[in-house]
């Protein structure tokens, strides 16, 4: 599987973006999705994930929105209310045998995409 992240950009606070992870390769609506982040000198860490049912970091539920269009082999990440802290390179990660317990460990995902840069100003 081949991932491919976009939508990124320099937005307000307060606004929104949505960006794009398009898979390629094998059945790509067979694989647990999830987006990740990593701000400058920090550690990457779990957003959201969709396997049949969504998962999100608590810092971001009620605000980001986790959906995917399988025919389309495309999940996507509405980020609404963003804040400057939402600032970070955002990845999409793609995982065919992922046990829910771990679904928030980068370890436990096999395909990663390049990475799409958010920036939100004050």
């Known amino acids: 599987v081949q991932l491919q992240a976009s939508g990124g950009g320099l937005v307000q606070a307060g606004t929104s973006l949505r960006l794009s992870c398009a898979a390629s390769g094998r059945t790509a609506s067979r694989y647990a999705m999830a987006w990740f982040r990593q701000a400058p000198g920090k550690e990457r860490e779990f957003v959201a994930a969709?396997?049949?049912?969504?998962y999100y970091a608590d810092s971001v539920k009620g605000r980001f929105t986790i959906s995917r269009d399988n025919p389309k082999n495309t999940v996507y990440l509405q980020m609404n209310s963003l804040k400057p802290e939402d600032t970070a390179v955002y990845y999409c990660?793609?995982?065919?045998?992922?046990?829910?317990?771990?679904?928030?460990?980068?370890?436990?995902?096999?395909?990663w995409g390049q990475g799409t840069q958010v920036t939100v100003s004050s």
């Open positions: 969709i396997r049949g049912n969504v």
């Open positions: 990660a793609a995982s065919a045998t992922l046990i829910l317990s771990t679904l928030r460990a980068g370890t436990s995902y096999n395909y």
